[in-house]
């Protein structure tokens, strides 16, 4: 069984910074990817950024030069710096991960439970 854990979120002010962090284990071979989706009221979840295994990232067009996804030293870890976060960036945000366990063939993609960002202006 796999588990993607985020912490992180909370209520900051228009402007401000938050780091979210995500932690997988369980039965994990390996990693493709992990990144960041949100999902605000009303609208469909998106991407906001994604780290794959060779370091290489992409990132929403909305958050780009604001938010940075790094990866811990143990590589299932993953952080999402914002920085200069604005009302819309209001959401819910999901870690993802694209991993193979010990057990299947394929690669599955795996989601935590979310965490709520709420930016006030």
């Known amino acids: 069984q796999v588990q993607l854990v985020e912490s992180g979120g909370g209520l900051v002010q228009a402007g401000g910074s938050l780091t979210l962090s995500c932690a997988a284990s369980g039965s994990i071979f390996s990693i493709n990817a992990m990144g960041w989706y949100r999902q605000a009221p009303g609208k469909q979840r998106e991407l906001v950024a994604v780290?794959?295994?060779?370091?290489?990232?992409n990132y929403a067009d909305s958050v780009k030069g604001r938010f940075t996804i790094s990866r811990g030293n143990a590589k299932n870890t993953v952080y999402l710096q914002m920085n200069s976060l604005k009302p819309e960036d209001t959401a819910v945000y999901y870690c993802?991960?694209?991993?193979?366990?010990?057990?299947?063939?394929?690669?599955?993609?795996?989601w935590g439970q979310g965490t709520q960002v709420t930016v006030s202006s």
């Open positions: 993802a991960a694209d991993l193979r366990t010990a057990q299947a063939m394929g690669v599955i993609s795996y």
């Open positions: 780290i794959r295994s060779s370091a290489r990232t």
